[in-house]
């Protein structure tokens, strides 16, 4: 029976391949020779990757950032309030108010505090 992929390999060209594996010319086909029994540990290693390519936002208050509004579609300059929570911003702006994702906003200018 043929195999239906997209290559269109023959057979004849599958067996060459299988039997120059099986002989050993071609190197580099076959099992993986790292096997993995702690799954824990796998776990682990995998959040500590995950933490330190983590976005870090660093807002300040004071700091003018940019957003577009979700009621108007149009582009809104404003200044932070205050961290809320993880990932959220106070932003001050003309409509008043606004708790914003960290995401939405882009920073355009920070306030240099000359007393520190």
Avoid: H
């Avoid at 290693?45 to 660093?58: F, N």
């Avoid at 911003?89 to 000359?114: A, C, E, F, H, T």
């Amino acid at each position: 029976m043929r195999r239906n992929n997209k290559l269109k390999i023959s057979d004849a060209v599958r067996r060459d391949i299988g039997k120059q594996i099986r002989s050993g010319e071609i190197q580099g086909v076959g099992q993986l020779a790292v096997n993995i029994k702690d799954m824990s540990a796998l776990r682990a290693v995998k959040q500590e990757i995950r933490d330190t390519r983590k976005v870090q936002w660093s807002y300040q208050p004071g700091d003018m950032v940019r957003f577009v509004d979700y009621w108007t579609g149009k582009t809104q300059m404003g200044m932070v309030v205050k961290m809320e929570a993880e990932g959220v911003v106070s932003v001050s702006s003309p409509n008043g108010l606004q708790s914003l994702s960290v995401r939405s906003i882009k920073l355009v200018d920070r306030l240099d505090d000359p007393c520190e």
